[in-house]
């Protein structure tokens, strides 16, 4: 078996990265899955930098897994939040601990951006994803909350929405703020 090494993301790990989600989601089903542009404009994001927040698994030369670590500051409350994927070929092998250890590690080491005396590590999974909801209880995690996509079928037949006076829907633009945090940040 190849040894697996941890180290911080090259930008030549961009297209291994997109086929390794990819991979993870034909398996996991989430759909989740991403393109070489999405990927750049996420890892874009001027809260990212990932050469210093994302994390690579290597084996042999290829790409295995990831993580990524970004930081929601507040007065308040900050988040650090992380979230990536291990291949379904080299999940059960303990690398996404490691992963999550070393987003973990990163956190620690940025506390020094946050001004906010409560502080949160973050992350996120499917109610069906029990893997991963087992390896983040294993590293002290517990729920903290809960949401639902909710559908209505069949879809035909349905009255338009009435909405208070002020609030207006959009469809969604990439590269426009959307929801109350966005808006608020936006106005302020």
Not at 101 to 119: F, H, I, M, N, P
Request: glycine fraction near 10%; hydrophobic fraction near 35%; proline fraction near 6%.
């Amino acid at each position: 078996m190849n040894e697996v090494r941890i180290r911080n993301y090259r930008e030549r790990d961009l297209e291994p990265l997109v086929e390794l989600i990819n991979a993870a989601d034909a398996v996991d089903q989430p759909e989740w899955g991403t393109s070489l542009q999405e990927l750049q404009e996420r890892f874009g994001l001027p809260t990212l930098r990932p050469e210093e927040n994302v994390f690579v698994a290597q084996a042999g030369g290829q790409v295995v897994g990831y993580t990524r670590l970004r930081l929601e500051k507040g007065e308040v409350e900050s988040v650090f939040k992380t979230g990536g994927v291990v291949h379904p070929a080299w999940r059960r092998r303990g690398m996404g601990r490691r992963l999550l250890k070393r987003a973990y590690q990163r956190a620690q080491e940025r506390l020094g951006d946050v001004a906010s005396k409560t502080v949160y590590f973050d992350a996120e999974c499917e109610s069906g994803e029990a893997g991963r909801m087992a390896l983040f209880e294993s590293f002290g995690m517990c729920p903290a909350r809960y949401s639902l996509e909710m559908a209505y079928v069949p879809l035909e037949g349905i009255p338009e929405p009435c909405f208070p006076s002020g609030v207006t829907v959009r469809t969604w633009v990439r590269g426009l703020p959307c929801g109350i945090d966005s808006i608020l940040r936006r106005e302020t």
